[in-house]
């Protein structure tokens, strides 16, 4: 039963990599951004709220999330297994996923930590050629990565649930490292 979580700074090739992963082992790939916009888009009662937050510009609040994560988990495909990506960004986050898998009988899930320095990873999101992708937003993006997220590598390496792994190759050479990680 595979049950990965995927960690890393953004255009650490996360959502590339957890797609791959996903295919090759017959497992949903679990993205927050798109459970969030497939809640919107069908109207679902935590969808429309969430939409409320969006419509505004805020930030969808933790339980909001955490409720659309959990109602994701509980559907009959993630049963055998999931990648999650996006999910979680905190450690407030961490604990409340950690009691919902131990609730719902899916525990013995592995982190992945998709590492990539700064300078690899701003050059990365450059050449993506999106129009918000400034040096300035990008270093900024990693900045609140780093203050937000990174807890999450202490919290799951002190649970010996984390897996590093060096995303500062071709895509490629990271796929095989996971693979050969992982074991699958």
Do not use: C
């Amino acid at each position: 039963m595979t049950r990965l979580i995927f960690l890393g700074p953004p255009g650490a090739g996360k959502g590339t990599q957890a797609q791959i992963l996903a295919e090759h082992l017959h497992i949903p790939h679990i993205s927050t951004g798109d459970i969030l916009r497939q809640a919107m888009k069908e109207q679902t009662p935590l969808g429309i709220k969430a939409q409320g937050y969006v419509d505004s510009g805020e930030l969808v609040p933790d339980q909001l999330v955490q409720d659309l994560v959990e109602e994701r988990l509980d559907q009959s495909d993630a049963k055998s297994g999931w990648i999650l990506d996006g999910f979680p960004r905190k450690v407030t986050q961490a604990a409340f996923l950690e009691e919902l898998l131990q609730k719902i009988g899916q525990g013995g899930e592995r982190v992945v930590n998709l590492d990539a320095p700064d300078d690899v990873v701003v050059t990365r999101l450059l050449s993506r050629g999106r129009k918000d992708d400034t040096e300035e937003v990008i270093r900024r993006r990693l900045e609140i990565y780093r203050n937000d997220t990174a807890p999450l590598i202490d919290y799951y390496s002190d649970r010996q649930k984390l897996l590093t792994i060096n995303g500062d190759q071709s895509q490629e050479d990271v796929t095989h490292e996971l693979k050969k990680t992982l074991g699958s």
